[in-house]
Structures are given as structure tokens and as C-alpha cells.
């Protein structure tokens, strides 16, 4: 879908790492090692990201960091377009809203940090029916083709590993 509205390759890749979750942020060289990209492809994108209002840029030292400009006026609309290209809006339809009490709901690791890595690990809070959740995830995986991981918590449990779990850098897809 997003590859048949924008062309460069590299730009959707900026796009999924930084509107997928608003704290992301990265520097020139660590984008073009990630993407596998030379450091001029993914500069051009940046430089024209930036240009148009999309990403702020700030100077650190020697290298410039790079985030998404929340305050842009396209921001929702681009952070929507980019969870449903990843499936997410799939996940809270068809997964959460399914299980019982879900009290909490995040995602973590690459997903939350900008990476299309093809899992994602979905962490859930509450008194869930872990049978029907593997339904459902197993449904959702078809339909977004990545693969689920999930770790199913009580609110104890979840307080518990709360440092270990890094929710601050989360990308928190419902608090019930």
C-alpha cells in the first residue's frame, strides 16, 4: 500500500522508523547501516523530510539527531497511515478489544523503536483468555504477515517488571 503511494524505498523506511512511534530518533550513519543504504540516499530522504516540516533535526556535538515533528499538522495523519501499513490498528481491533479485561497494551522491542523486523512483541495487562488470544493472533499474523509475540501480565506482575519492560519508550496501544 505505502509502496505504491511513495516511490523511494528509503523514504518509507524513515517514515516506519519515525512515525511508528514518536520516540524514536537516529542519526544519518546509524539510519544508513540499518537500512543497508548508502549514508547520500538516506541524507537526500532526511534533507527532504526535514525540508518539508515532516522531521526536526537537532545538532549533538559533531552529528545531527533526527525525530519525528509532532507538532507537524500531518502528524497523526502520517502516524495513522504507518500503523496500518505495520498492521497495527489490526492488533487493537481484532486482539485486544477480544479478550477480556486488557487493562494495558503496548508494543516493545524493534516495532517501538522504528524497526520493521517482521515480529512484533506485544506485551498485555489484565485478566486475558489466553486461549482465544492465540485465536486471534494467530488470525492476525495472516492478515498482517509478521509474527506475534506476546507476553501476558497482571497489573502486579506488569508493576513488577516495570523498569525491565521500558514502557516509557513503548509504543502503547491501549490503556483501558
Known amino acids: 500500500m505505502l509502496d505504491s503511494l511513495i516511490t523511494s524505498k528509503t523514504r518509507i ?52 539527531e533526527y525525530k519525528a515533528n509532532t507538532g507537524h499538522p500531518l502528524y497523526p495523519e502520517l502516524k495513522q497511515l504507518v500503523h496500518k501499513y505495520l498492521g497495527i490498528d489490526s492488533i487493537v481491533e481484532n486482539v485486544i478489544k477480544k479478550l477480556g479485561n486488557v487493562q494495558l497494551a503496548f508494543i516493545t522491542g524493534d516495532y517501538a523503536r522504528g ?27 495472516v492478515a498482517i504477515k509478521r509474527k506475534i509475540r506476546s507476553l501476558v501480565l497482571t497489573f502486579a506482575e506488569y508493576q513488577a517488571l516495570n523498569k525491565t519492560l521500558n514502557p516509557e519508550k513503548a509504543l502503547w496501544l491501549w490503556k483501558g
Not at 520493521?116 to 492476525?140: F, H, P, R, T, W
Open 13 to 64: 523506511k524513515l517514515l516506519l522508523k519515525f512515525f511508528s512511534n514518536r520516540h524514536s530518533k537516529a542519526y544519518l550513519r546509524s539510519l544508513a547501516e540499518e537500512f543497508g543504504e548508502s549514508t547520500n540516499a538516506v541524507r537526500l530522504e532526511l534533507n527532504n523530510l526535514s525540508e518539508a516540516g515532516y522531521l526536526e533535526s537537532r545538532e549533538n556535538g559533531r552529528t545531527i
Open 115 to 141: 524497526k520493521d523486523s517482521g515480529i512484533i512483541d506485544l506485551v498485555l495487562v489484565g485478566e486475558i483468555n489466553e486461549k482465544n488470544l492465540q485465536q486471534l493472533i494467530a488470525k492476525a499474523e
